[in-house]
């Protein structure tokens, strides 16, 4: 019975200490985060690698070592990193697109870049950086074709998020929000300009 009892205490302590663990990953990729969106990339990149170190199954801060990597322009290191983790979190969608984002700047590794364009947007085929993307690598094959139906369903996707915004602006101005209801409709506008013109 003493045994039982040990062994108990001894699962709870596990979970425990797994739980709060966890939660000091997060508390530490959000801080990340701030640093990297506050252009402090040396010292989020620090950080990011540490949660990879202690969470190696941590495929967000696989993915931002995988981008800094890139922005330094250390293209190898980065796609070495991005195959390792998209081969491990086969169903990771930012993954996918960062390998095949610095595989787009690699002479030898374009054709590997699309193929893996064309799986993510099998996926999820409103990715408006993936279709641009798979655009440009068309352009610069002088597919001009190929490169028209990119762009074109990249422009529709992107008609589709300002109907929403719209949409959420009016939401917002039922509710009451109208500093919310701005913004909405800022971004309404940039996104499908002519939506707003003919709602208004």
């Known amino acids: 019975m003493k045994k039982r009892s040990i062994y108990f205490a001894m699962a709870v302590l596990a979970i425990s200490s797994c739980g709060s663990n966890k939660t000091e990953v997060e508390k530490k990729f959000a801080e990340a985060n701030k640093l990297f969106e506050g252009q402090n990339t040396p010292q989020a990149l620090k950080l990011y690698r540490e949660i990879v170190e202690t969470d190696p199954q941590h495929t967000g801060a696989q993915v931002m070592v995988g981008r800094i990597l890139y922005y330094d322009r250390k293209f190898v290191e980065a796609e070495k990193l991005l195959a390792q983790t998209t081969s491990k979190h086969s169903d990771s969608i930012d993954a996918l697109f960062w390998l095949a984002r610095v595989q787009s700047v690699i002479p030898g590794k374009k054709e590997e870049a699309m193929k893996n364009l064309e799986t993510l947007l099998q996926r999820d085929g409103s990715r408006v950086d993936a279709l641009v993307l798979k655009g440009m690598l068309h352009e610069e094959k002088k597919e001009v074709s190929q490169a028209i139906v990119a762009y074109r369903a990249a422009t529709q996707t992107e008609q589709e998020i300002g ?15 109208d500093d ?14 002519e939506l707003v013109t003919r709602k208004n």
């Open 163 to 177: 109907q929403a915004y719209f949409r959420l602006a009016s939401i917002y101005s039922a509710a009451g929000l």
């Open 180 to 193: 919310m209801k701005r913004k909405a409709l800022v971004r309404a506008a940039l996104l499908a300009p």
